[in-house]
């Protein structure tokens, strides 16, 4: 990151603490009695976080048999690591929202398209060895925060940079590469500043280059190849693809096309779900 752009980034009064739910539910993951205490600890915390799980998990998607009205009926209902999800997408999407100034795309369109990749991430993690699926979740829900912060912050500079976009005719995270601050390195910062695990960071500075990656090589590419899928299935944000790119599949990842396929064929399947169940709930 340049020098210039860091001690701007220092100076940025109004960046975001982390939210404590993500901090809790980050924390316990190891011991599963402990993580569902959590969990209902923090729902019972805030009412309407509480709410709108509830409203999720009565939602068709679920196809819950009876009606779920209780924290722990979810929990027996869903299954502890779909709540968890539900609790880490549903306190970050309450926590960036609202219109970002822009007609391009809005709030919406990044969570649609996180919580895309997020599904994506962990289904492909589930033919991928040693990555693991829920934490991928996440990876896959945070990728994108730096653009967040882009629009907050570098509102002007980003204007410039859809300028850019249009009469050059390039993907935005192109332009973003030929202007010069870029949302991974944005998304980074703010990783580091929360004091997210060192694959979050790896995951958030290097989705769109995995090769630069170290030690968090197969996640980072898990996620590269997730935002693609989701860009080519049109789901929420999708200014990053070019028109008839092919497909780039890490080869490290170890999958082939019928994987990629079957995941693909999964997300069409549920696109209209994930649009309908999330669109109701994020705050345009
Ligand atoms: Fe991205
Ligand atoms: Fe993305």
Redesign the pocket.
């Known amino acids: 990151m340049q020098a210039s752009l860091a001690k701007r980034l220092d100076k940025l009064q109004d960046l975001p603490a982390m939210p404590n739910t993500l901090v809790m539910v980050l924390d316990s993951v190891s011991d599963p009695d402990v993580s569902i205490k959590n969990i209902e600890k923090i729902l019972e915390n805030d009412p309407m976080l509480a709410t709108k799980v509830l409203r999720m998990a009565n939602s068709p998607y679920y196809g819950a048999a009876n009606r779920v009205n209780s924290i722990a009926r979810a929990i027996l209902v869903l299954g502890f690591n779909e709540i968890r999800n539900l609790v880490i997408g549903l306190s970050l999407t309450g926590m960036f929202s609202g219109d970002l100034g822009f007609e391009e795309f809005n709030s919406k369109t990044i969570w649609l398209?996180?919580l895309g990749?997020a599904k994506v991430c962990k289904y492909l993690s589930e033919h991928i060895k040693d990555v693991d699926p829920e934490d991928m979740f996440t990876a896959g829900l945070i990728?994108?925060l730096g653009r967040f912060i882009m629009a907050i912050d570098f509102t002007e500079e980003l204007k410039e940079m859809f300028e850019m976009k249009r009469s050059l005719s390039i993907p935005l995270s192109e332009a973003e590469e030929r202007y010069g601050i870029t949302h991974s390195e944005l998304g980074a910062y703010l990783a580091q500043k929360w004091g997210l695990s060192d694959m979050l960071k790896d995951v958030l500075r290097y989705?769109h280059a995995p090769q630069n990656a170290g030690p968090y090589m197969l996640q980072v590419a898990t996620v590269f190849l997730a935002?693609q899928l989701?860009?080519k299935i049109k789901l929420g944000?999708d200014l990053?693809g070019e028109k008839n790119s092919r497909l780039l599949v890490p080869k490290c990842l170890g999958i082939d096309g019928k994987i990629i396929q079957d995941v693909a064929n999964r997300l069409k399947h549920e696109k209209s779900d994930i649009e309908n169940q999330w669109g109701n709930i994020i705050p345009d």
Do not use: A, G
């Open positions: 398209h996180s990749v990728h994108d989705h935002d989701c860009q944000w990053d």
